[in-house]
Each structure stands twice: as C-alpha cells, then as structure tokens.
C-alpha cells in the first residue's frame, strides 16, 4: 500500500513538472507589449479628432506601452486640436507623433499636436510649422483680430513646448512669423523640436527600445517596444463617411447638387425626388463646410449662379442671365475656400464639370420653358379654336346651325354655306356662338 502511494506522488510529481517545464518553454504573451498605430491622413476636424481619442481610449484600455500617430495634415480647427491635445496630455499611455512619410508635412494645427507628443518623431524629407491661425469662415481678418488670434495660439503652443522641454522660441515664431522647419532643423535646434528623425513606424519603436520620457505632468516612463504586438486602430466605417464628406470637392458637389435638387423640385412641386436628393445633399455640405474654412461669399454667389440660371425660365433677358449666372458661379467657386491652405483649395477637375452640367441643365429648363410657352392654349375657350368638327345641319351664309366638336353640340355660323355633314373648323368663338370654316 505504501508503495502504491509512493508511485502516485511520484507520477503527480512528474506531471507537475512536465506541465511547468512546457508552460516555462512558452511565450508570456501578457509580457508582451503592445503597440497601437494610427494614421492620420486628413484636415484636423471633430471626424479625425473623435478618431485619434478614440485611439487613445482604446490604448488606455488595453494597457499598452506607446500610441503612435502617422500624421499628415496641412492643418485644421483650433477646437479640434485642443479637444485632441486635453486627451493626449490625460492619457495613460505615452504618445508618439510621427510625421511621415517622406514628402509629407504636419502644419498648423499639425505642428501643435506634433509639439503636444510624448515624443515628436520625423521622416527624413518632411516639415512642421506654419502655425498662423487663420479665419474660420476664410474672410480676412482684422489687424486686432489678427494679433489677438495669433497670441492666443502662440501662448498655448508655447505652454506645451515648455511642459514637453522643447525649444520655446522656434514654437512660437512658427505662429508669430509661420515660421516652417525640416526634420534637420528641428532635430538640431537646442532644445529640440522633435525628439528622433525615422525612416518609419518600425525604425521608430527601434529607437525608443528602453528610451525614458518625461511625462507632461513630470513622472517618467522607460519604453518598451521591442518585439512589440502592433495593433492597427482604423477609423470606423462612419468615420471615414464624414471624414470623405469634410473634403473640399465633394462638399462641393453636395452643394451644388443640393440647390440643384430643390430648385427643380420648387419649379416643378410634387416631383419628390429631386427634392429628397437635394435636400439631404445640402444637410451633407452645411456638416463639411462647417469643418472647412469656408468663404461664405462664396457660397452666396453660387447661390445667386443658380438662382439666375433659374430666373432665365422666367425672364427674358436673351442669355444675360443665363451668362451672370455662369459668371457667379465660377468666381463662388473660386473663393469658396480659404486660398491660404492649399491643400483645402477646389480642384478645377471638379469645379469645371459642376458649373457645365448646371449651365446645360439650366438651358434645358428654358428650352422646356419656351416651348410651353409657344405651346397653343388646350383648355378654356382659347382651347376651342383651331379645333376640328362637323356640321350637324346646314349652315347658310350668316345663318346659324348646330355643329358637333369635342362630343359637344354647339350653335355655330359661317361666313360661307356649309352642307350637312361638312368637316368644319372652329376659327372663333363669341360668347356660345362658334365661327367656323370648311376644312
């Protein structure tokens, strides 16, 4: 008996080793850290700012050692950027900017977000700056306004270059002076822009292998991102929807598209679906152009280019409307957007078809205009003439008969005497009384 219980401790013993020995030849995959990415490929608005909180709630969630931002702006809103920075400088996971790839460049609110960072990264042949803040709505601003726009931004990049131990000076002359750096001068200024010049996402986790950062609020972290677990956190499909939305050209188009639609449909009630199509197309630019930096002159013009090639159904004007409504529309195109961000500015691919397709429309609706117009009258006794029918009995010259028009019989006269049974046509009508003529 006590040789029996020998061998069962002895084979649990076994087991229990075997087990250990093949769990220990394992990977941890809990010590494995993890790594989230982001790209960011668009005008900082309250889309792609959702998108990258989004990210970083996610990274806080999970526990990962570092976010990393691929990011390529040519700027955007100055609320978005700061709703972003307030979750970047509270979030418990560290975060990287990365400005690549080679080619790209991180401007205005761009800039700010990549001075905001844990850790500000660059690709060689790329650029940051140009910080100015500029009018929301594209018109130009006032010199008070103006300085009053600038300081404010300039106070809170240079608040963040500070916390972050980057150069203050060079933060600030890039919204005084729009000041715009390459990834050398801003590698080497003293203190530095940016903390590391990298090829790319995996060049960068290389680099920060065992790196120690300073947090904004002073604690220090050590990196860890050697065999990293990189995890891709992509835009939702609605996100991309309003992200594509908040781009210049198609905003454009709904616009266009959006008076278009209820302008026929007020021309012609009762059509429905131009009315639906036109409506919802305006609800969808009125959300794009609220991201953009959006002239709302023009805007008006284009207005008033559409209204005027509708009037020429109305009124004739021998093309002059026609031609001020082309001539509006183009120049509305033109200022639509904000000149000063080029990268927001129309393209004239799209600006070309829209104002032809609307011109075409427009002298579509008129030829269908004039020909209703020239169109006889088919109701009322305006209807009645020209209108062809028989005679019931005989008509003598300057006598009074019955003839048969429309199903209907009428007392009808004739300057000539017509037989019973004569086809007659109606050539006027006096009260109840028909004149007519031998067909």
């Known amino acids: 008996m006590k040789a029996l219980r020998r061998s069962a401790c002895a084979g649990v013993l076994l087991v229990g080793l075997g087990s250990a020995l093949l ?3 394992q990977p941890d995959a809990a010590l494995t850290p993890i790594v989230f990415t982001a790209v960011v490929d668009a005008v900082i608005h309250p889309v792609s700012a959702e998108y990258m909180m989004q990210t970083m709630d996610a990274a806080d969630e999970a526990g ?40 790209s460049r991180a401007a205005s609110a761009g800039f700010i977000l990549t001075i905001a960072a844990d850790i500000a990264a660059m690709a060689p042949g790329t650029h940051i700056g140009a910080a100015h803040p500029v009018s929301g709505g594209g018109e130009a601003m006032d010199a008070t306004m103006s300085e009053k726009a600038a300081q404010d931004v300039s106070a809170y990049t240079r608040t963040l270059a500070a916390g972050r131990r980057r150069n203050v000076a060079l933060s600030e002359e890039a ?9 050398r001068e801003a590698f080497e200024a003293n203190p530095p822009l940016v903390d590391l010049i990298a090829t790319d996402v995996p060049d960068l986790l290389r680099q920060l292998d065992g790196r120690t950062i300073t947090r904004f609020d002073g ?8 065999g990293a677990h990189l995890r891709t956190d992509e835009m939702t499909f609605r996100q991309r ?6 781009h210049p050209n198609i905003a454009y188009i709904l616009l266009s598209l959006g008076m278009l639609g209820l302008t026929i449909e007020l021309w012609n009630p009762g059509s429905v679906l131009p009315g639906v199509v036109g409506g919802v197309s305006l609800l969808l630019a009125f959300f794009a152009l609220r991201l953009l930096p959006v002239n709302y002159a023009g805007v008006l013009l284009i207005a008033l280019g559409l209204l005027l090639l509708i009037l020429e159904l109305k009124v004739t004007s021998y093309g002059l409307l026609t031609a001020g409504g082309l001539v509006s529309l183009v120049f509305g195109s033109m200022i639509l ?36 117009q020239r169109q006889a009258p088919v109701t009322g ?6 209108v062809v029918g028989h005679a019931l009995t005989a008509i003598g010259p300057n006598d009074i008969g019955t003839i048969r028009v429309h199903g209907e019989i009428w007392s009808a006269t004739a300057t000539e005497g017509l037989a019973e049974g004569t086809p007659v046509k109606v050539t006027r009508i006096d009260g109840l009384i028909l004149t007519v003529r031998k067909v």
């Open 219 to 226: 604690t220090t972290v050590v990196l860890h991102t050697a």
């Open 241 to 246: 929807v309003l992200s594509a939305i908040a």
């Open 337 to 372: 957007v904000d000149p000063r961000v080029p990268e927001l500015q129309l393209s004239l691919q799209v600006v070309g078809p829209v104002v032809l397709t609307s011109v075409i429309l427009a002298l579509f609706l008129v030829r269908l205009g004039v020909v209703a």
């Open 23 to 25: 769990v220990g030849a």
């Open 64 to 103: 990962a050692a570092l976010v990393v931002f691929t990011l390529r702006t040519p700027g955007g809103l100055v609320d978005s950027t700061r709703d972003i920075v307030t979750r970047m400088l509270a979030a418990k996971t560290p975060v990287a900017v990365f400005v690549g790839p080679s080619g």
């Open 175 to 183: 919204v005084n002076k729009s000041r715009a750096f390459t990834e």
């Open 381 to 386: 006794s305006e209807g009645m003439i020209g």
